[in-house]
């Protein structure tokens, strides 16, 4: 199980893409108060994270069903613009990524003030796309859902209708950041049924551990 370590790292910039130092130390704020100060249960956010066509959508509506925790997908944060893009076939740019990522740590941080923990997919590839979402209040978790780039282009040809094209599927592997030991997640491989890998987070979840094949 990776859990935050110490140092800081940069989320945002001047210029959009980071720019403020954060505490790895204090970034895991399980205990959240509400906006009348008063203390609030753990709460715990759990992203679905990996590159497209890993199966984010199935496994996350699995857990939050299996939680019963709302569901957030991050696929329905984008801005319309960017939708477009992919939908065109051109990789976005982190200009693009930092305003959805802050909006889907906002939703975060709303659920969080009310007490509430969740379920949220995202493709979070690079440490600094995470560090975003680690802003939000309450414990967020990772749950990187693996596999080898040739068993996810067999899955994206096999689907329709969804705006992210395959062709984009090896930029998305050249971005993808390993988890690291700062970070609180897992790597779950997804070599089996759906159900069986939300059994395999649930799992990793309740035991705070490394999954195994």
């Not at 001047?14 to 753990?42: K, L, P």
């Not at 199935?58 to 944060?77: C, K, N, Q, S």
């Amino acid at each position: 199980m990776r859990v935050p370590g110490g140092g800081a790292t940069l989320d945002e910039t001047a210029d959009g893409s980071g720019g403020r130092a954060v505490d790895r130390d204090d970034d895991r704020r399980h205990a959240s108060t509400d906006q009348g100060g008063r203390h609030v249960a753990e709460v715990e956010h759990v992203v679905v994270m990996g590159v497209a066509g890993s199966g984010k959508t199935t496994v996350a509506r699995i857990l939050a069903a299996r939680l019963d925790r709302p569901l957030g997908e991050a696929d329905e944060f984008h801005p319309p613009e960017n939708v477009a893009k992919m939908a065109a076939g051109t990789p976005l740019v982190d200009e693009d990524r930092w305003p959805w990522l802050r909006t889907i740590r906002d939703w975060l941080t709303a659920h969080a003030r009310e007490g509430r923990s969740t379920v949220v997919t995202c493709s979070a590839l690079k440490v600094a796309y995470r560090d975003v979402l680690r802003e939000a209040e309450g414990r967020v978790r990772f749950a990187h859902l693996a596999a080898p780039e040739a068993l996810i282009e067999d899955r994206m040809g096999a689907r329709a209708g969804h705006f992210m094209p395959p062709e984009l599927l090896p930029s998305q592997y050249r971005t993808l950041e390993p988890l690291t030991d700062a970070e609180d997640g897992f790597v779950v491989p997804v070599d089996v049924p759906p159900e069986e890998v939300a059994e395999r987070v649930l799992d990793a979840l309740a035991h705070d551990r490394e999954v195994r094949p």
